[in-house]
Nanobody
Framework: QVQLVESGGGLVQPGGSLRLACAASGITFNFYTMGWYRQAPGKQRELVASITGASVAGGESTNYGDSVKGRFTISRDNAKDTVYLQMNTLKPEDTAVYYC????????????WGRGTQVTVSS
């Protein structure tokens, strides 16, 4: 059974930092591209950041949504089957539910989601 369990969300003031973690089980973690997505009320889910698996030719690579470039950093610890999202200089518009995703390829067969963790940026 595949499980993705997010942690680290909460309430933070503008300009502050949070570190999210997503612990995976039931998958061969190294093979999966891991991603963080977010969804704010009334908005579509959007990509925050993703990181490819170590099995990808050329090694791991990262991708970021335009709104978080330079502020957020995604990383993974393959020994712990965990992916992280370091979020700095948080803004009120970063408020959303953040979801962890594990995926191989474009289809739905190897595409898994966590239940999400709430991040609220407010003074």
């Amino acid at each position: 059974q595949v499980q993705l369990v997010e942690s680290g969300g909460g309430l933070v003031q503008p300009g502050g930092s949070l570190r999210l973690a997503c612990a995976a089980s039931g998958i061969t973690f190294n093979f999966y591209t891991m991603g963080w997505y977010r969804q704010a009320p009334g908005k579509q889910r959007e990509l925050v950041a993703s990181i490819t698996g170590a099995s990808v030719a050329g090694g791991e690579s990262t991708n970021y949504g335009d709104s978080v470039k330079g502020r957020f950093t995604i990383s993974r610890d393959n020994a712990k089957d965990t992916v992280y999202l370091q979020m700095n200089t948080l803004k009120p518009e970063d408020t959303a539910v953040y979801y962890c995703n594990a995926k191989i390829g474009p289809g739905p067969r190897y595409d898994y989601w966590g239940r999400g963790t709430q991040v609220t940026v407010s003074s």
